[in-house]
DNA sequence: TATTTGTTGTGACTTGCATCACGGAATATG
DNA sequence: CATATTCCGTGATGCAAGTCACAACAAATA
């Protein structure tokens, strides 16, 4: 990873922080459906997202994940970076998308460049912004809407995501991160097609136009 | 407010930090029940709780109030925070539970002194770090919690902030509260009751042990 | 090819909860 | 004191969504 590589992905990040992230960050390569941070674990390094695409959930008691956002290139993990200082543990499960590469950097040199650097510190506070402000998307989706309008959601931003109109996606693994049941799905992607908003084609389902599903 | 008022209520800030923050600071004297930040309100300040006890809630398109957190004394409104850099707009909603003294702090302050003092620099991070966690635990709750169990979270939040065991809270505000409605906050408490977990008495509610909600 | 495995579709049933429609108790206000 | 207002209790009803049971596929594998 060279210099111009990372200030390709984090372009407001001034020379000698970028050139002291690579000497004291840990690069790390992911594989797809990978693991990255576990509920409960404990953390002391922050992570940023390189390259590739992650997803982040909450998880429950009995195991059940909620899918909560997407994390792209470029950004960070805004638990890792909070975690990093105090003595925290995660709260959140972290998994790979796809193929990924993420720097980890340890949790001294986190709390350090905020005073150093201030693109670091505006980065800091940027990313405890976007992720505050998904969360509370989650909270009005969970708290208000119902499950259609959920599915709606979680449809429009794979879309957006992944700049496709082709959901590979499997109802049961819808459901499981909306935390419904796959019968739920199966019944919901009827009514969507019905109102033409997608294509079902029995292994995959297509989208046509989400602006249809609002009746 | 003297420098011993508010290092009282901020023990971790410098002397310098302190003075600074009195020198440029707006305090502001707030009655119960008041709105201090409305939904899509611009902030240009951060907002720092010196005295009583404020409701954080996220608002809904229909003006339906969700309540997230209650906010301290000696904390501050991570929105507030985190919208005084950005050219943000609020997402939440605060409301005065008590009568309190709010401290007003200009945006460019507060990203100033992120540099300038560690104990700024960390505090901002806790702040974070708090009201991210509290964001989650809306989320466990809403998202995989029933509305039994939802209410007696509440009921144990308002013991353990306002330190009694009187709930004198009427339904209908509960029910608005947690997005339910009278009725079904009305059967729920009646289950408590018959569980031994709250005594009723028609005007207010009493906890006695909350743990026998568990069945 | 035959079998296993993972997928979706769908009817029947149950449950949690919102809503409606009362009525009665308590409190405030004229 | 009388009336209005606000609160709570409770049955009836409807809807969203979770669960169960089973069938029809398709893809992968022996």
Chains 1, 2 share one sequence.
Request: charge should be negative.
């Amino acid at each position: 990873m060279t210099e111009k590589d990372l200030t390709k992905h984090f372009p407001t990040f001034e020379r000698d922080l970028i050139t002291e992230m690579i000497r004291v960050g840990e690069l790390k390569t992911i594989r797809e459906g990978d693991t990255i941070i576990r509920t409960g674990q404990n953390i002391r390094a922050a992570i940023l997202v390189v390259e590739g695409l992650l997803k982040i959930y909450r998880e429950d008691d009995s195991g059940d994940e909620y899918f909560m956002y997407y994390l792209d290139e470029g950004k960070a993990c805004a638990i890792s970076l909070v975690c990093a200082l105090g003595i925290g543990t995660s709260g959140v499960l972290a998994k790979a998308v796809t193929d990924a590469t993420i720097l980890i950097i340890p949790a001294n040199y986190v709390d350090e460049w905020i005073g150093k650097y201030k693109s670091w510190a505006q980065f800091a506070v940027m990313t405890y912004r976007e992720r505050f402000e998904e969360l509370l998307e989650v909270i009005d989706h969970v708290a208000f809407r119902n499950m259609d309008e959920r599915l709606v959601f979680y449809l429009k931003r794979y879309q957006e995501k992944f700049n496709t109109n082709n959901i590979p996606t499997s109802f049961t693994e819808i459901a499981q991160e909306l935390n419904s049941s796959r019968e739920v799905i199966s019944r919901l992607m009827k009514k969507l097609s019905e109102k033409g908003a997608v294509n079902l084609h029995g292994s995959h389902v297509s989208i046509i136009d989400l602006e249809k599903a609002l009746d």
